[in-house]
């Protein structure tokens, strides 16, 4: 995505950097409560080794998407606070 361009009439650069901070602190805490409920191998047994390997095949892509949108929610903050005002 193509960063904001702070400016006079725009959302100030301080107010910007905080909401998409607050974003992937939000997809931070997604990811943490996806470690607590990552699939464990009692929840599944009764349906063999095949189906946990498969749910936590699932359940880390899934953790993947949301690394990488945090990610670049951060990389688009820093190149917003780096950014020289024209």
Not at 11 to 40: K, N
Request: aromatic residues 6%; hydrophobic residues 45%.
């Amino acid at each position: 995505m193509t960063p904001p361009t702070v400016h006079l009439n725009g959302t100030g650069r301080q107010e910007l950097v905080g909401q998409i901070a607050d974003i992937a602190e939000a997809l931070e805490s997604a990811i943490a409560t996806m470690r607590a409920g990552w699939p464990h191998g009692r929840d599944y047994y009764p349906q063999g080794a095949a189906a946990l390997e498969a749910a936590q095949a699932v359940y880390l892509a899934r953790a993947q998407v949301l690394d990488a949108m945090r990610d670049e929610f951060m990389t688009e903050a820093l190149a917003i606070y780096l950014e020289v005002t024209p």
